[in-house]
T-cell receptor, first 108, second 116 residues
Framework: GQSLEQPSEVTAVEGAIVQINCTYQ??????LSWYQQHDGGAPTFLSY????GLEETGRFSSFLSRSDSYGYLLLQELQMKDSASYFC?????????FGSGTQLTVLP | GAGVSQSPSNKVTEKGKDVELRCDPI?????LYWYRQRLGQGLEFLIY????????KSGLPSDRFSAERTGESVSTLTIQRTQQEDSAVYLC??????????????FGDGTRLSIL
């Protein structure tokens, strides 16, 4: 089976940097993905890591260490619109298993 | 539109009734997924379709749940004899390629199901 752990809540101020961690246990690992979901909205894809290291996409970066079964999402220059839930998800050959999500609140 | 479309957006029904939820994936996407999301929780995988292959039904919580997909087009999720614990948002997603982990899943806005 697969299981993931991520913090339930994170709070930061506008302009700051925040890191959301994700640890996982899985059989058959095909990569770690991150999704963003605003209240009442659809999840949207942010990033994917198949190999160890850092992937950067604008203000967002994602990191993976397969040996530690650990990854994180780094959000820089936080904006109010970044307030949302962030889900990590591990992939098998055919499907994703999602974590319970981290609610990020950005304060002015 | 170009995105995943789900209908209805909201559904309120009485306990014991059957409901049918619809998903129109992005044109050309071979993989289609259904998820359930309870309030404040993560996404719970229900079922996966890939082209004309047999669907992966491993996430369906009971035999009251079923889903169909015709080719690479519309899918319907049916819940029979609904129970109050079925109240949730039901999300559909599609992706290109073979549905592997690295293929981004594109989600619809979901159907918010409320069982009275």
């Amino acid at each position: 089976g697969q299981s993931l752990e991520q913090p339930s809540e994170v709070t930061a101020v506008e302009g700051a940097i925040v890191q959301i961690n994700c640890t996982y246990q899985t059989s058959g690992f095909y990569g770690l993905s991150w999704y963003q979901q605003h209240d009442g909205g659809a999840p949207t894809f942010l990033s994917y890591n198949a190999l160890d290291g850092l992937e950067e996409t604008g203000r967002f970066s994602s990191f993976l260490s397969r040996s530690d079964s650990y990854g994180y999402l780094l959000l820089q220059e936080l904006q109010m619109k970044d307030s949302a839930s962030y889900f990590c998800a591990v992939g098998s050959a055919r499907q994703l298993t999602f974590g319970s999500g981290t609610q990020l609140t950005v304060l002015p | 539109g170009a995105g995943v479309s789900q209908s209805p957006s909201n559904k309120v029904t009485e306990k014991g009734k059957d409901v049918e939820l619809r998903c129109d994936p992005i044109s050309g996407h071979t993989a289609l997924y259904w998820y359930r999301q309870r309030l404040g929780q993560g996404l719970e995988f229900l079922i996966y379709f890939q082209g004309n292959s047999a669907p992966d039904k491993s996430g369906l919580p009971s035999d009251r749940f079923s889903a169909e997909r015709t080719g690479e087009s519309v899918s319907t999720l049916t819940i029979q004899r609904t129970q109050q614990e079925d109240s949730a948002v039901y999300l559909c997603a599609s992706s290109s390629g073979g549905g592997q982990a690295g293929q981004p899943q594109h989600f619809g806005d979901g159907t918010r199901l409320s069982i009275l």
